[in-house]
């Protein structure tokens, strides 16, 4: 059967986990720029789409091809290894320790910063020809999403920056759960089932991902979106990175770890 149940996809998370714990520095940052660059393609096509047809459901649903691709090649995000790494941990797996966890996210998130920075430098280019022109409706509509999702949370304070958390936490429920589908199932086309449907769901409802975020913000800098590097970083990336770790952790990696691998005892009828 192509179906993997829980209790074995689990135990291959926590593989997964333990292995991109030991991975060297060389390959955690390859893996991580060729992810962070591809997703960033993703969002841009997604957003291309949204502006040249005028449905948000339209470019929701295409985003996930670059999710798709980049898992499927072995690449990580630092959504991914929020949720993976500290199961390893968890599970006792020799040589895990904390330092070894926060030394992986360190990489990845390089990693994807500069892979998101590279593709959002290539695009800024394409859509000015060289910073010659006006960047044309899909680089004012980057821009103006880089205003609204930074500016925009700054205008409510506390309540702004706690819509973001949770806007993360909520998004990497959806998008580890995407990672789990890809695990649950032996056939691509079951794989891709799988990833497709939360990741079409969060970025529909323009849940907060760090990831596309470094792609997002950075390009609508460079296109001449109203917001500093610090704007970006307190009214965004930071809760967003932050609530995708509790997200991606609470709603998805330790539950199916409690549920699936410390399964409770069955309960003694008499």
Known sequence: MSYI??????????????????????????????????????????????VQTGSPLVGAMLFPVGFIM????????????????????????????????????????LGNFAGALVVAFMMAFVFTMGFSTEPGPIGEKISHIGEDRTLGYAEFGAAGWATIFLRGMLCN??????????????????????????????????FEHSVVNMFLFPSAM?????????DYMLWNEIPTALGNLVG?????????????VRTAPKRTVY
Do not use: C, Q
């Not at 991606?248 to 699936?260: E, K, R």
């Open 173 to 206: 429920w959806m998008v580890s759960m995407g990672v789990v589908g890809a695990m649950i199932s032996t056939s691509v086309s079951g794989k891709v089932i799988a990833m497709w449907m939360p990741i079409m769901l969060f970025f529909f409802m323009g």
């Open 70 to 109: 980049l898992y499927l090649m072995g690449f990580d995000l630092l959504t991914g290894v929020f949720m993976l790494t500290p199961l390893a941990l968890l599970d006792r797996r020799p040589g895990v320790t904390v330092n070894g966890i926060l030394r992986n996210w360190g990489w990845v998130f």
């Open 5 to 50: 149940i829980p209790s074995e996809f689990v135990t291959k998370m926590v593989d997964a986990g333990e292995s991109k714990i030991f991975m060297s520095t060389r390959d955690t940052l390859i893996r991580a720029f060729m992810a962070g660059a591809i997703l960033s393609l993703a969002a841009v096509f997604a957003v291309a789409v949204t």
């Open 222 to 230: 460079i296109m001449g979106g109203d917001f500093s590097v610090m």
């Open 248 to 260: 991606g952790l609470a709603f998805t990696g330790l539950t199916l770890y409690t549920t699936h």
